[in-house]
């Protein structure tokens, strides 16, 4: 069946890094766009970054554009998102989704995995 599994999430003081991974299976991965959102409690899900199934475009929240890197291999069925120079606002679980094109909206996204909590202390 479908799955897509993040890791990497963690505690990590403001100026600090992080990386994520959603790891995929269950579908043909390379022919979908992936993307990252977050929620921090009492808000709505939020768009982060997001990257083309061919690996070819990217596109980023204003939020976080400079300062994180969504990036993938194919052959890994496998996305990662580096975070630098994190801040407290950044704090929020992070999810991962697939969709048949890159997108900003969440509603286009087919499949999500369980998320993965990250929290910046300032």
């Known amino acids: 069946q479908v799955q897509l599994v993040e890791s990497g999430g963690g505690l990590v003081q403001a100026g600090g890094s992080l990386r994520l991974s959603c790891a995929a299976s269950g579908f043909t991965f390379s022919t979908y766009a992936v993307g990252w959102f977050r929620q921090a409690p009492g808000t709505e899900r939020e768009f982060v970054a997001a990257i083309a199934g061919n690996e070819r475009s990217t596109d980023y929240a204003d939020s976080v554009a400079g300062r994180f890197r969504i990036s993938r291999d194919n052959a890994k069925n496998t996305v990662w998102l580096q975070m630098n120079s994190l801040k407290p606002e950044d704090t929020a679980v992070y999810y991962c989704?697939?969709?048949?094109?890159?997108?900003?909206?969440?509603?286009?996204?087919?499949?999500w995995g369980q998320g993965t909590q990250v929290t910046v202390s300032s």
């Open positions: 989704a697939a969709a048949h094109s890159l997108t900003t909206w969440f509603g286009d996204y087919r499949y």
